[in-house]
Antibody, heavy 118, light 110 residues
Framework: EVQLLESGGNLVQTGGSLRLSCAVS????????MAWVRQAPGKGLKWVSGITASDTIFYADSVKGRFTISRDKSRNTLSLQMNRLRAEDTAVYFC????????????WGQGALVTVSS | QSVLTQPPSVSAAPGEKVTISCSGS????????VSWYQHFPGTAPKLLIYDDDERPSGIPDRFSASKSGTSATLGIAGLQTGDGADFYCATWDDSLSAGVFGGGTKLTVL
């Protein structure tokens, strides 16, 4: 069964760091484009970062220079390293599999809550 | 403020048809395919439409979509009370080199 499971969500202080992981099962993480999408409390979905099957990486302007997307082929996981966190980064973070060209993600995790507070 | 513009809310009665619009620009909808999602709060979003008008397996044909120029439209026919959710359009933006979502539309089935 194709499945994504996020972990690593937590409460962190402003300026701190956190690493989210997305455990992949049912397919090989390196064979697909993957992405992170977030939803702040009471707000809509926001695209955060994506990585193509050929390892080209993209970021939303709001996280560029602070977040790093990566994947570990040996552990079959996708990660998001988040540094210099701000209050506005507070959100549920979803990992997703699919196509970056039309943001068509056919498989999503259940999400991990990141709360940034002073 | 989202790059893609959707109406905040729409409503209709069970059995009726509703449409949700998504307006963008030449750098996003005008040059890339559009996807649509249904999202119930607290759950994972569900892909309804990809590649402008294609439905993934398991999505009923009550859900349809079209695109013209820099706008896209999602249609939901034969509304059911369980269809009430948030709906999002999404696509790639060539100027931003990033994915973009619409602000979301809350569907209420009266």
């Amino acid at each position: 069964e194709v499945q994504l499971l996020e972990s690593g969500g937590n409460l962190v202080q402003t300026g701190g760091s956190l690493r989210l992981s997305c455990a992949v099962s049912g397919f090989t993480v390196s064979a697909y484009a993957m992405a992170w999408v977030r939803q702040a409390p009471g707000k809509g979905l926001k695209w955060v970062s994506g990585i193509t099957a050929s390892d080209t990486i993209f970021y939303a302007d709001s996280v560029k220079g602070r977040f790093t997307i990566s994947r570990d082929k040996s552990r079959n996981t996708l990660s998001l390293q988040m540094n210099r966190l701000r209050a506005e980064d507070t959100a549920v973070y979803f990992c997703a599999r699919g196509r970056l060209s039309d943001v068509g993600f056919d498989t999503w995790g259940q999400g991990a809550l990141v709360t940034v507070s002073s | 403020q989202s790059v893609l513009t959707q109406p905040p809310s729409v409503s209709a009665a069970p059995g009726e048809k509703v449409t949700i619009s998504c307006s963008g620009s030449s750098s996003n909808i005008g040059s890339n395919s559009v996807s649509w999602y249904q999202h119930f709060p607290g759950t994972a979003p569900k892909l309804l439409i990809y590649d402008d008008d294609e439905r993934p397996s398991g999505i009923p044909d009550r859900f349809s979509a079209s695109k013209s120029g820099t706008s896209a439209t999602l249609g939901i026919a034969g509304l059911q009370t369980g269809d009430g959710a948030d709906f999002y359009c999404a696509t790639w933006d060539d100027s931003l080199s990033a994915g973009v979502f619409g602000g979301g539309t809350k569907l209420t089935v009266l």
